[in-house]
């Protein structure tokens, strides 16, 4: 029983991936914008514009309505992987504490604060690693400045350039900075780990205790999840800021590590400087938890169901 048992477990916790993944991109295409102007908005020199419409229509005067897209096809990928690698350690973990819970003879199964927390730093950490060259690029495209008018009016004639593709990206980075560029950031993004840690133990909690009243439906879930989220992005929202501004920091001339960089923003900029873009960041962060909560219970339901339906379908 015991193989049956652990291959049941390894199917559902690549499930939750897989659902984990799908969530992600739908939700983050559906907020992408709000990913470009806050991102802009951390790493730009200037204050930014504290309007937001306004923000929108410099974008798109100067970059057209693609600008507000720059690095979605990397934003996509590193979402679905980061996603998957996530969910994946995170069930993994779960599993482990239910099946130690179980040998205790505990009443409950269901994971204790502590150990959200602990199956959250676990699952954060291995993802930060992972995936932190994917966002290191992404970040990058998002960043990158093209003004179509200027671009044709360098050479009479000439054809305005094309945005570099994510591979190129990744190829001109390599390049001129090293590999070691790709990790650039690193050490905030692990400090930022905290962030998915309070957000999934505040769903996981605030879940567990509306699941023993009522049905955790799609709605609900959006709902757990938004407020998970604004929680979390709330709090972290400086170090936040901080990795952005490492993630270019080898393209705009300088390297510095994570205190240098908060020193700086401090002189240079104020304690506001680490909240640059927070407007359309908890905005974004918030909608897109919420999204990927309800979609990835939703997918998570049709993959099972689909699951329990092609040994059947084998069989007939």
């Known amino acids: 029983m015991a193989p049956t048992t652990t291959a049941a477990q390894q199917s559902d916790n690549v499930a939750h991936a ?10 983050m295409a559906l907020t992408y914008p709000l990913i470009t102007l806050s991102t802009r908005a951390q790493v730009e020199s200037k204050r930014a514009s504290s309007n937001f419409l306004e923000a929108v229509q410099h974008i798109i005067a100067r970059e057209g309505i693609t600008g507000l897209y720059a690095g979605l096809d990397s934003a996509l990928f590193g979402i679905s992987v980061t996603n998957f690698v996530y969910y994946y350690w995170y069930e993994w973990t779960r599993s482990g504490f239910e099946k130690a819970a179980i040998t205790a003879g505990r009443a409950s199964k269901k994971l204790t604060t502590v150990e959200s927390m602990i199956a959250g730093a676990i699952a954060g950490s291995a993802t930060v690693l992972l995936t932190n060259p994917i966002w290191v690029v992404n970040t990058r495209m998002t960043t990158r400045k093209r003004n179509k008018e200027t671009d044709e009016s360098l050479i009479p004639g000439a054809k305005a ?6 591979v190129g990206t990744l190829l001109a980075l390599i390049k001129e900075e090293g590999p070691q560029a790709l990790f650039s950031g690193v050490v905030p993004a692990l400090v930022l780990v905290i962030n998915p840690i309070l957000q999934y133990t505040i769903f996981e909690q605030l879940k567990n205790t509306l699941e023993k009243k009522r049905r ?8 757990l999840g938004a407020l ?11 170090y936040i800021t901080v990795k952005s501004r490492m993630h270019v920091a080898g393209r705009d001339g300088g390297k510095e590590n994570m205190l240098d960089g908060m020193r700086r923003i401090v002189k240079e900029e104020g304690y506001t400087g680490f909240y640059k ?15 990927l909560f309800a979609f990835k219970d939703v997918l998570y339901e049709q993959t099972i169901r689909l699951r329990r339906k092609i040994p059947a379908k084998a069989l007939a």
Request: charged share 5%; net charge positive.
């Open 216 to 223: 955790i439906t799609p709605t609900v879930a959006f709902l």
């Open 161 to 166: 350039q094309k945005a570099p593709t994510t």
């Open 277 to 291: 873009g927070i407007g359309p960041k908890v905005t974004q962060s918030v909608l897109t938890a919420a999204f």
């Open 18 to 27: 897989l659902s984990g993944a799908g969530g992600g991109i739908l939700s």
């Open 228 to 238: 998970g989220k604004l929680f979390a992005t709330s709090i972290t929202y400086p």
